[in-house]
């Protein structure tokens, strides 16, 4: 054994008996886990979400299924089967449509408000909607004992993984969808209530373009202060491809698009199709760097103060379609934004070359206005009393001339976030009190992350590993102080709010903007005391785990490797800005959140720098981790290279596996010990950014810390999943060490032609361990990106400039 080996054997005990300290940390407690103890087993794509809030009752559309859930306590469920009959079956896929996809997906689950919700799924590319009676959970029948449906179309997509969005408003179910078979029309519409009233938008490209629906808001103005009888409206949030532009490309733009609630159409002009239909461009830009996001995915209504409706904010998730490696941003746009961008200027899109110039008059009363006591007062009661040139200006004019701007809370690269909810707390700073942002984001691997924004200060938090990387969060919802998170084959639930949220020492320093310090005695975060006496102990002192962070010159780590081996090189993100890697350039490299996975080839040694933009708008970038990659020398008698690397390999196993079962015991002694004295707070979820400073559970040296960071983050992450997924729990020791062992050893050894990150992400040695196949929605996205990229492909031509009416 060379000296290297040596070091090696230090660092890996070290490296190990983080692990394992990890391990029996993250066993236990904090998250309940999915919905094993309750009998629906074979249920999945799980899409629609559902909460009676009263009741505590959460409902949920799957494939051929509905499902209740007691969010008190997930393992309780109930279960209502609704698939579609055979010959129905078979027909579907006579049209040439999959096996898979000629299944009843429900997709919308909306009450009714008479003890009833009304469900409609695809029905084998046939939409049906069917009513679920409440107090008995199961599904109306006519005489014959069948159940009782109606023709979903407008209501509910034809196919399983489309875009769409569904409010309802005043017991009116208003849908954005599309609306037949090939899923080439798409319609924002009124689709319940009286049959006149059922309307929608006109079928022009100036008012939808191969629009991705994704939101939809129904926004009541209060009641007790609305003198001038504003009507209520409806916001649908989409992205589309953009007309106005005449780009060569097809260029997607993110919309906010309005409905007024009273409008049921025009009498000859736009009949049957809103006359209040109005657009306008969102805009999330990154002042600092210019760039764009303008790929909207989710949005999160929020009144920003409890029965004020004008206080309402949108949060949105966006992504861009330049970029090359997955970046996600949050913007945020205010009511009164939106409002003000609707209430000016159209945009012309007729652009003829001459009414460029001179654009056309604004008749009167406003187009797209809703209706409002005065309104009403001049004689136009109902939008059937309003002018033909009135309607006909709104027609061709749906889009606004100016845009809703907003500059982006966060930004990060190597993450795709797919969902978020916000919550809102104060924080008392000495005297001054400061309104407080908590993002809860999911990611398409199965993540929640925390991000606080105060003020202008943003913080990365926590990232928790809530399912396997193959199931994307699809829905994540507040209720009672939990966040409910949900994949399409799992659901969780967990802490929303307060620092006890935060449960290492690292966590809750970052949480400090929140007013959290970490009580050292308890090992607990807590909220700051500020009162005279109680005040903080110099042991509370949130620096001790805290301050290595905040350097910015670290040392270079030298890394010695062998052809063909894997590293993981970590870099922690702390601020909300986008950290970037600087290194040879090379093929082998990819990108895992802030952290790179290289593929040692001879082109990929050298320098590795991850440098992090930060916080503050001036504030020069912040170098966060160095690396060096050199070769391994050959060892001496082997006549190959690939000889040599084996050996290492086993030397490196047996290493490894030695350190591992001295620290297990070592930690468990310790562990067991501590636990008899009662100190178990700690959470069953795995947290990366903590996985990657030195543990303030193990006393390490500078150079074991480096590789800890070299080889922790995949090991942790898939140990984190395999923890994280419940069932695993109680038992601290030697258990879950094992699976560690396992999975760290196979994973970072080994050799492999290829880098496939996507794939590689995923913790594929665990899956079979837990059962189910997993790799459901990963596939189903990747259709619709595949679907969407063929329809752009087969529609129209880009425009010439001053192309009389082509649009
Ligand atoms: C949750 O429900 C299950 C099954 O009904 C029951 O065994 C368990 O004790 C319940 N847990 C709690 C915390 O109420
Ligand atoms: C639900 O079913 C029960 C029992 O059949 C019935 O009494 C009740 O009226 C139904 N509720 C509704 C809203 O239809
Ligand atoms: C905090 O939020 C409240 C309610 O939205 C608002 O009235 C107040 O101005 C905000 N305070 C600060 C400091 O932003
Ligand atoms: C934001 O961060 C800067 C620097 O870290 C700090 O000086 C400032 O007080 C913070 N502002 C708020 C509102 O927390
Ligand atoms: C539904 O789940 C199956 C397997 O669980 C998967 O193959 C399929 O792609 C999923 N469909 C959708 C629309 O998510």
Redesign the pocket.
Known sequence: MGPLTQLLLAGLLLLSSALCARAAAISHGGVSSMMS??NVKGVANFSTFLLDRPSGMLYLGARDAIVAVNT??L??CLKIEWSVPEDRRKSCVAKGKTEVDCNNYIRLLEFLGDGRIYACGTYAFDPQCAFVNISTFSLETSEDNSVRMETGKGKCPFEPSQHYTAVMAGGILYTAATSNFLGTLFDISRATGIEQERIRTERSINWLSDPEFVSSAFIQEDEKNNPTGEDDKIYFFFTEVAKEYDFYTKVKVPRVARVCKSDIGGMKTLQRRWTTFLKAQLVCEDRASGQRFNVLTDVFTKQHQQGDPSTTHFYGIFTSQWEREEMSAVCVYSLEEISKAMDGPFKELKKSCENWMNPEQVPLPRPGKCLNNALKAEGFESSLKLPDKVLTFMRDHPLMENSVVSVPLLIRSGVTYTKLAVTLTTVSNGNTRQNATVLHLGTDRGELHRVAVVGQNATLLQELTMFPATEPVNNILLNKGEVIVGSPKSLKKLLAEGCSVYTTCEECARARTLGCVWRQKEGACDLAVTEPGEGMEPEDSTSQCGSGEDQCSPATTELRVVEGLRVLLSCVQVAPRPCHWQYPPQRHARRHHSHLEVLVTPESLGTYFCVCEEAGRNQPPCRRAAYHLTLEEPVTGSNTGQMGSRQFVVGYLLIFFLGFLFACCLIYVIRWRRTKRGGGHSSSISEKGRDLLPSSDTPQSPSSASLLSEAVPFTEKRNGTLNGHGGHGGHMGGHNCTHIYANSSGLKLQESEELDGRERAGPEGEEEGLGEGLSEMGDGLGGIEEELAKLQVLRGAPLAQCEESSI
Do not use: E, K, L, T
Request: glycine share 16%; hydrophobic share 15%; proline share 0%.
């Open positions: 103890g309750c008190a306590n393992s309780n």
